[in-house]
């Protein structure tokens, strides 16, 4: 017999809760319940503040992976479901899962993928509307690769004229690259502030035109030198 297909969220009430501060969680993947969660101290990355450290700005312009935006949207929430050391249990269930393929099929979700020989070695994905971007998750197959998949995010928003990057909660790699905690009522601000003229930022577009500049030369130097500029 085959599994039963999970209830999806429709789109519409997923996009209200990320525009009013909430987003969905579960307790386990074959969890059919979910829960709402508002933080009462939200995380976020200052788009001008992002932390480029040596190291990270070398491996960048190595292309050492090859970067894309919805290149496997799919396979980068599936990789970042399935159980780590330490956290067996994951809140991505297979009803988030499938309500956010929905969503990156109505063009409010997107991925960024780190690729090495043809396989997918890390990314990261998340929600889109107007001027915000809020990051769900991210995983790693091989060293660093998450945290280049972070870097190409930020560099990319600064391009599409994005204003928040929402990260949710404070973890010590987020803070490492620059990531602050704010106040309930001081996020809402800025959410409303990164909403107000409706003005739809978009990601693929602008790694589609950062490509393009880069031609035959190094799509990585491009990224670490924008993200150098501020840094």
């Not at 429709?10 to 829960?35: C, I, K």
């Not at 992976?65 to 159980?83: L, Q, Y």
């Not at 809402?188 to 409706?198: F, G, N, Q, T």
Request: aromatic share 8%.
């Amino acid at each position: 017999m085959h599994a039963p297909v999970p209830h999806v969220l429709p789109v519409e009430m997923l996009l209200l809760a990320y525009r009013s501060g909430v987003f969905p969680m579960a307790d386990g993947r074959e969890d059919e319940e979910l829960f709402w969660v508002e933080p009462n101290e939200r995380a976020m990355i200052p788009l001008e503040d992002f932390h480029l450290s040596r190291s990270l700005a070398k491996l960048v312009r190595q292309d050492r992976f090859s970067v894309t935006v919805n290149g496997d949207f799919a396979g980068v929430i599936r990789a970042c479901a399935e159980p780590r050391p330490g956290h067996p249990e994951t809140w991505i269930s297979r009803r988030i899962e499938q309500s956010y393929l929905a969503l990156h099929e109505a063009g409010h979700a997107h991925s960024i993928e780190c690729w090495a020989d043809g396989e997918l070695a890390g990314g990261l994905y998340g929600v889109a509307f107007d001027r915000v971007f809020c990051g769900e998750s991210m995983f790693s197959h091989a060293r660093d690769a998450s945290k280049v998949a972070l870097a190409w995010l930020v560099a990319l928003m600064r391009r599409a004229g994005f204003r928040l990057l929402d990260c949710q909660f404070l973890t010590e790699h987020l803070a490492s690259l620059g990531a602050v905690t704010l106040t309930r009522h001081d996020y809402l601000d800025l959410l409303s502030s990164a909403s107000a003229d409706r003005f739809q930022a978009d990601l693929p577009a602008a790694h589609a035109a950062l490509m393009r500049e880069a031609g035959h030369s190094s799509p990585g130097k491009l990224i670490a030198q924008s993200l150098s500029q501020t840094s």
